[in-house]
Nanobody
Framework: QVQLVESGGGLVQPGGSLRLSCAASGSGFSINVMGWYRQAPGKQRELVARITSGGSTNYADSVKGRFTISRDNAKNTVYLQMNSLKPEDTAVYYC??????????????????WGQGTQVTVSS
């Protein structure tokens, strides 16, 4: 079982910055992909950015050039640096990790865990 704890959301003015963090804890797992999704009121949850264990990244077109995803593999933590925030970035942001469950070195299942969500509000 993987537990995720998110932090860093809040209220910020347009043009401002926020940094989200998500730490994964537990035992018997190996994480491959870590990512951030968001869901605005009345809209579907959408991918914001994701990063593999090797450092490859993907971004939604709407955040390219403004958001940066990074991770610390030793700490099982993923970060999302959000700059030049816009009102349309307002949403609940969710951390997601995907990987495998291990017993000794044997893969016994898959991991697909979600954080509790953190509110990001961009408003003047």
């Amino acid at each position: 079982q993987v537990q995720l704890v998110e932090s860093g959301g809040g209220l910020v003015q347009p043009g401002g910055s926020l940094r989200l963090s998500c730490a994964a804890s537990g035992s018997g797992f190996s994480i491959n992909v870590m990512g951030w999704y968001r869901q605005a009121p009345g809209k579907q949850r959408e991918l914001v950015a994701r990063i593999t264990s090797g450092g490859s990244t993907n971004y939604a077109d709407s955040v390219k050039g403004r958001f940066t995803i990074s991770r610390d593999n030793a700490k099982n933590t993923v970060y999302l640096q959000m700059n030049s925030l816009k009102p349309e970035d307002t949403a609940v942001y969710y951390c997601n990790v995907k990987g495998t469950q291990l017993r000794d070195t044997v893969i016994v299942g898959l991991v697909d865990s979600w954080g509790q969500g953190t509110q990001v509000t961009v408003s003047s």
